[in-house]
């Protein structure tokens, strides 16, 4: 089932769910992390890149030029990211261990309420 | 979907200095990787709208420095790659770095969360944390840290000693510091140097400096080079030499513009034409900041008479300094007196040259520094009681921590972390306050500390300040964090208070801490009420002198006047023409001036009883040497008998008056004196004299000294002492016209005849008190301070007794007790509080007021009167923060407090 498996840290899910929508660079991710969390979540500077470096050496997501539609000069520095296959299929099984456990709760009658903390 | 951040962004990519150092702490592939991007990300989200401008840097900048160290940290310390399948944390294999930097954050977080809290705990911690950083730098500055010279322990300070008095002298003449220079034991060339002020002209003015005059061994011992032109030099030194001065480098930069050709020109210093030859380099100081320029000796007085100067030598390379000063110590020579024809023997004391200038102001600085020790002490305390309050609210947290398994050790190490996060927190606001007291202590004592207190950055201060500030946090957090890892199973407090005090235990160590403050309180309030009114003594008319318009001078006369009769003409001359100015009212003479200069001490013996059996026996008096104007000008009026008169001058001397010490101390009281003789002196100068008269004390010396017993013998016409008289004059036109006629005056009569210490007597006066002034109103701050923080741990402690009891309280008012037995019941443990620290605070206060005891004037060191007033005044104060929080509980609605239940 895919409850067996072992939860992903949360740092990495929103990393990789941040990357579902194209390309992106860290300060990028970051802003919208926090723009889906509605503030709650604020990934720190180094601890972001720790969590990017961990998931480029897993080869769940890799380094990509900047897409051509930015500006040149201004961005050329930033390095931006993408979701490998490998890094999809993980993100994959991870929402549906989590979707198995929402699931099991609302059969037993447990409200999930929008607003918990 | 990615963000864009502007152009701006990678303007200039220089990290800062602060992050490009943090960087360094990640492993070096990650940074080559990432930190680019790093800093690219800090410098962006600084310019997000939240943490912009001065108030969100420091929202900004302590969060992203944690981050960066946590992660570096925990970077470092993975041996193995980490499998992000697995999820952190996992408690038992952890690595301590990881829960280190997890406690950080946490302990960061709890702070955060109540900010008040924090920063009234960080701001009692800074004020005790500012100041002994400020005490400390000041310690340090001068008495630690090295002069300014090459091998500057090496150089030592020589003074004549005086072996029938057991004394040293301050300052000598130039034959006798010819005479100890050519000794030449121990040191390479002696130098004698002289603080004075002078008139001094630039070329734009007369204007009045403070300089030196030094020989030219004096640069030689201290070893450093100018920076422009030459040092002093032999030939300057002859007498009859053009003057020649070297600028100190402020005086070089202030005036002259750093022109490099000021060596050659002319200024005039004490109305002579003066070249510069040299300038020194910046930051050399002799002997403290306030020296602007050294002047050579050539011109300068050396006659016997006239004692200025100080010495100053480097010892030889191969001596060794305990056995050179010892050495020093055993020679005796020979030298002029100053009375014509005669010599006297002296010895030679010597003494490391750092300690010549620091020397005396060390018991002071301690005393600063002990002071300053109980205010810390009591802010501690205080923070130790907020961090106690806080704790009960978290016992569950630490019960939970406790249950799921965290040892006591890493539960301790929980709370120390926030205690010296917060302690650290209190180092940096504490910078504020030693700034603060830096300057407050320069500003009012510069001139009255040795080597003008150093000041400039000392990297020293900071390292203090930061190992206090973590030492600080250790100490406050270890009780805390001994008692919350103590394991406690399920059951909180036991129970509500009972007896007196709360009957809890915790609530006994509170109240403990409370009494202690206000122990420490009472202790420093009264040292600085003692020293408060001896101050306040020494200032007033206790001195028993009218200064009022008294101008005093010394006219110093050379080996011309080798008779006593051409002494006396000189002075009846001078005399004269004082008189004839407008103006004056009185002129008398005295061989001493009072408030300063030296003072000669004789053996006493009471006629009648058994000469002193060894030296040591002996009973010493100061001798006065006075005209009869003498007593009137000061407004000295003979308490028995009377004052000196004209016929006691004709003759040699055989009637006295004394002073009120004196026939106390050897008759018992004033009017027993009258009549009696006593023989005064040794040797060829012993004689016998009858007291006609006694006198109120006087302090003609220094303010601060025990009173002596004196003598007052007539100046008379064949008195010996006329070449060494001071004038005094009392004028109604006011002493600085005065002062500015008399070196003409004195020239008119003889232009070979210096004046030296020309100044008022109310200025003398004023000088001795700024030390007192000084202490009193250091010590005043700290003890001000000291209450402050006592009365609110005094106040917290009975705000949280109080509110432990709340639920008494509502029970007590249902069962029909009336508020004001409610308020009684509650103020009588801060009653028992405030006088259980009181009746400590005054025994402390009475053991330590040793370490006064030199510095009170007419105080038993433990004036009951005093202290008890001290006393009375902080338990009013006390009594108020008892009175408040159990006037707040006292009105609670019984209702409500049932209800929190």
């Known amino acids: ?117 | 979907m990615s963000r864009v951040p502007s152009k701006r962004s990678t303007e200039g990519l220089q990290p800062k200095p602060l992050i490009a150092i943090l960087l360094q702490l990640l492993p070096t592939r990650f940074r080559h990787r990432y930190g680019h991007q790093l800093v690219l990300h800090l410098r962006e989200e600084r310019r997000e709208k939240r943490f912009q401008g001065r108030l969100g840097g420091l929202r900004f900048w302590p969060a992203a420095i944690l981050d960066l160290v946590s992660v570096a940290a925990r970077l470092r310390h993975q041996h193995r790659i980490i499998d992000p399948a697995v999820s952190r944390p996992q408690p038992p294999r952890s690595h301590p770095m990881d829960s280190f930097t997890r406690d950080l954050r946490h302990a960061y977080r709890s702070l955060c969360r109540r900010p008040g809290w924090t920063l009234a705990a960080a701001a009692t911690l800074a004020i005790g944390i500012g100041a002994a950083s400020a005490i400390f730098g000041l310690v340090q500055g001068v008495l630690l840290a090295p002069l300014p010279y090459p091998e500057s322990d090496r150089l030592v300070s020589m003074q004549a000693f005086l072996p029938d008095l057991g004394r040293t002298r301050g300052s000598v003449s130039y034959p006798v510091f010819e005479a100890i220079r050519d000794i030449e034991d121990a040191t390479t060339g002696l130098g004698g140097y002289s603080v004075r002020s002078s008139t001094v002209d630039l070329g734009s003015g007369a204007e009045r400096m403070t300089g030196a005059v030094a020989s030219s061994a004096v640069f030689r011992a201290l070893g450093v080079s100018p920076t422009t032109g030459r040092l002093l030099q032999t030939d300057d030194d002859v007498a009859e030499a053009a003057p020649t001065v070297v600028l100190s480098h402020g005086l070089w930069q202030e005036r002259f513009g750093g022109d490099p050709h000021v060596v050659g020109r002319l200024i005039e210093i004490g109305e002579q034409s003066t070249e510069v030859v040299g300038v020194m380099p910046q930051g050399f100081v002799f002997p403290d900041p306030a020296i602007r320029f050294w002047r050579s000796m050539a011109g300068m007085p050396r006659q016997p008479t006239s004692h200025y100067l100080s010495m100053v030598g480097r010892l030889k390379p191969q001596e060794d300094e305990e056995a050179a000063h010892a050495r020093l110590g055993g020679i005796r020579l020979e030298v002029p007196t100053g009375a014509p024809g005669r010599s006297g023997t002296i010895g030679l004391a010597s003494q490391p040259f750092l300690e010549s200038l620091v020397g005396e102001i060390r018991p002071q600085l301690m005393l600063f520094v002990l002071a300053v020790a109980g205010v810390l002490a009591i802010g501690c305390v205080n923070v130790v009681n907020l961090v106690l309050g806080r704790a009960a609210a978290r016992e569950h947290e630490m019960s939970l921590r406790a249950a799921l398994g965290a040892d006591r050790a890493r539960l301790i190490r929980l709370v120390l972390t926030e205690t010296v996060l917060l302690g650290l927190l209190g180092g940096v606001l504490g910078l504020v306050v030693m700034v603060a007291v830096e300057r407050g202590l320069l500003a009012l004592a510069s001139d009255q500390l040795p080597r003008g207190g150093n000041p400039g950055i000392h990297l020293w201060v900071f390292a203090f300040a930061f190992a206090l500030s973590v030492t600080v946090g250790a100490v406050v957090g270890l009780l805390p964090a001994l008692r919350a890892s103590r394991p406690r199973a399920g059951s909180h407090l036991g129970g509500e208070g009972r007896g007196i005090l709360g009957g809890t235990r915790r609530h006994r160590l509170r109240t403990l801490m409370a009494v202690s403050q206000i122990a420490l309180a009472t202790m420093l309030l009264s040292s600085a009420s003692l020293l408060t009114i001896s101050l306040a003594r020494l200032s007033a008319v206790e001195t028993g002198l009218d200064t009022h318009q008294v101008l005093t001078f010394r006219p110093a006369l050379g080996n011309a006047y080798d008779s006593t009769e051409k002494g006396r003409a000189f002075f009846r001359a001078t005399e004269e023409r004082l008189r004839a100015l407008p103006g004056t009212r009185d002129v008398a003479f005295t061989a001493t001036a009072p408030f300063g200069g030296g003072h000669i001490g004789e053996r006493l013996v009471v006629a009648g009883t058994p000469e002193p059996a060894t030296p040591e026996d002996a009973r010493v008096v100061d001798v006065q040497v006075v005209s009869d104007g003498f007593f009137e000008l000061l407004g000295l009026r003979a308490m028995v008998g009377r004052t000196l008169q004209t016929r006691d001058e004709v003759g040699p001397s055989r009637v006295a008056v004394v002073n009120a010490t004196l026939a106390r101390t050897h008759f018992g009281e004033a009017s027993a004196a009258l009549g009696r003789t006593i023989d005064v002196g040794q040797d060829h100068r012993k004689r016998s004299l009858e007291i006609v008269g006694v006198v109120p004390d006087i302090r003609p010396y220094s303010l601060v000294r025990p009173m002596a017993p004196m003598v007052f013998e007539p100046l008379g016409e064949g008195s010996e002492e006329w070449p060494f008289a001071s004038l005094l004059v009392r004028t109604e036109s006011g002493t600085a016209a005065l002062a500015a006629a008399i070196p003409d005056m004195v020239r008119a009569i003889d232009p070979a005849v210096p004046v030296t210490g020309l100044a008022s007597l109310g200025a003398r006066l004023d000088r001795q008190l700024a030390l007192p002034r000084l202490r009193m109103r250091v010590l005043t701050v700290f003890a001000g301070s000291a209450l402050l923080l006592a009365l609110i741990g005094v106040y917290s402690v009975m705000s949280s007794l109080a509110a432990e009891r709340t639920r008494e309280i509502g029970v007590r008012l249902a069962l029909g007790a009336r508020r004001s037995q409610i308020l009684r019941w509650l103020g009588r443990s801060g009653v028992v509080i405030t006088a259980a620290g009181l009746l400590f605070g005054t025994f402390g206060a009475r053991a330590s007021a040793r370490f006064l005891e030199s510095y009170l004037f007419q105080l038993q060191t433990f004036d009951l009167r005093i202290v008890g007033t001290t006393a009375l005044l902080l338990a009013l104060a006390a009594l108020i923060a008892v009175y408040l929080p159990a006037r707040r509980a006292s009105r609670l609605d019984p209702v409500d407090t049932l209800r929190t239940e």
Do not use: C
């Open chain 1, 1 to 117: 089932m895919a409850t067996d498996r072992k939860p992903l840290p949360p740092a990495a899910v929103e990393i990789l769910l941040s990357l579902l929508d194209g390309p992106a660079h860290g300060y990028g991710i970051k802003h919208v992390i926090e723009e889906r969390t509605e503030g709650r979540t604020r990934m720190r500077a180094a601890t972001l890149y720790e969590a990017l470096h961990r998931l480029d050496q897993r080869r769940w997501i890799e380094e990509v030029d900047p897409p051509s539609d930015t500006d040149d000069g201004a961005t050329s520095r930033w390095r931006f990211y993408r979701l490998t296959d490998t890094g999809r299929q993980v993100l994959r099984h991870e929402l549906a261990r989590m979707d198995a456990i929402v699931r099991h709760a609302r059969n037993r009658g447990l409200a999930l309420s929008r607003d918990t903390p």
